[in-house]
């Protein structure tokens, strides 16, 4: 407009006023928007648009430049004036490019740890199929290179049941340790391990380490004759467990590879945890250390024992037992959930994506994202409770399954206000092994442990400095 283009100036500006407005809206509906953004398609299109606007800008700036007839300016200014113009053209490209790198690094991580779409479509309008509750267990595997041929153990064992429509929650923490896993009746592994041992192996054959919970994925794993021969028969067998013994429908799972979360927290830079006392790991090892106490921030590898460790003889600090781990696990989480604000995301993002390949394995299909995702923003925002089943009221060695599914659904109906009975989405869990009156207080007072155990405590992290994001 300044060298007299007035028509090509207007529509240049109207073009901006149309994206400036365009990018408005975006902002105002960010959070129905970004599940979408997960979109193969829609990442492909916004890399290719983010080039062709780059290019065009810089084009923009580089013909304004050229219609100003610098010409006219002595061999000085021309020099001048032609470089400030270079470098405004390769600024203005540049978050263009950033943007589409971007978006072209989401799309190769998000296709390497989500699975492809299923083959029936996935209906926007109703993605939980008319189920009011969608159920994921989040699991955590000592995937350790020092591991490799032997298989995960799940040792951090979560199923978080979300209310779809308010977004309440309810955390299951299950000790790694809980022995007789049931099966769904008929299933193979129901037939290879009858009630009421259940998930049982004879001295010898693992007997004690290999056929406890968290060894559930490991044996479906290295027995495909007993699991089925399906690429994905460890998660389902672990998914089957569960869902017996919970006595509700797992709809998915999320592994998280312990060792991977390590380079995660070393790419948000650390995370900052309030130690409550020293924290000894690696006992006796080469690699041992310890977390000393006070607020600190944590690299990877000290969060990663923070969670982990526990009492050795010889040690001289704390450790702790299954149930302490599991809380100081929560913290761990809670604490990374803090410190992935969208500015920290973004500056590591690139770190975070290629950590991320090597971290998560999920069966959550790749076109649900687009619902999943405002639905974590909502959970985020609404009421998460937990429910650890830990000692005394329950006790991993001799299992009260009944008693576990009907704490579950008060645990559920407490968490959405009411005092309604909850339908179980699944199969009442097989009988199973309980403990004698002298080794288990809940056998002893099934009345008094369920009003004890269905006080859910509001997820808290007294061990992050602040609450925010919790």
Known sequence: MRAGR???????????????????IALVNVKELAGLL??????????????VGGLAWAAVVISSYVVLRPSKLGSRGQLGTGAVAGVLAVAVALPFGLVATTAHTSDDAIGSVF???PSQPIDHKDPWRGRDRLNIALLGGDGAASRKGVSIRTDSINVV????????????????????????PGSALAKRFPPPKNFWLPPGQGRGSSDLLNGVWAYA????????HSPDRAPEATKNALGQILGIKIDYYMLVNMWGVARLIDALGGVTINVEQDICYGVG?????VVKAGSRTLNGTQALWYGRARDHPGSTCAGGDNRTRMRRQQCVMSAMLNQLNPSNVLLKFNALAKAAKETFRTDVPRGLL????????QVKTARVSKLNFVPPTYNPAYPNYPLILKTVKAAIARSRGSNQTVRAEAATPSPSATAPSSTATATRSPRKSIKQSSRLDTLN??????????
Do not use: Y
Not at 39 to 51: R, S
Not at 285 to 289: I, S, T, V
């Open 285 to 289: 090892r080469a690699d041992g250390g």
């Open 38 to 51: 997960l979109d193969p398609t829609w990442l492909t299109v916004i890399t290719g648009l983010c080039v």
């Open 115 to 117: 699975k492809a779409s």
């Open 6 to 24: 007035k028509r090509t100036g207007l529509i240049m500006m109207g073009i901006f006023g149309v994206l400036l407005i365009g990018a408005v």
């Open 461 to 470: 992290s007294s061990c992050v400095p602040t609450n925010k994001g919790t």
């Open 161 to 184: 049941s979300i209310d779809v429509h308010t977004g309440d929650s309810v955390i299951f923490a299950l000790p790694r340790e809980m022995e007789n896993a049931p099966f769904t």
């Open 370 to 377: 687009q619902d999943l995702v405002p639905l974590a923003q």
């Open 221 to 228: 794993d290295m027995h495909p004759e007993v699991a089925g």
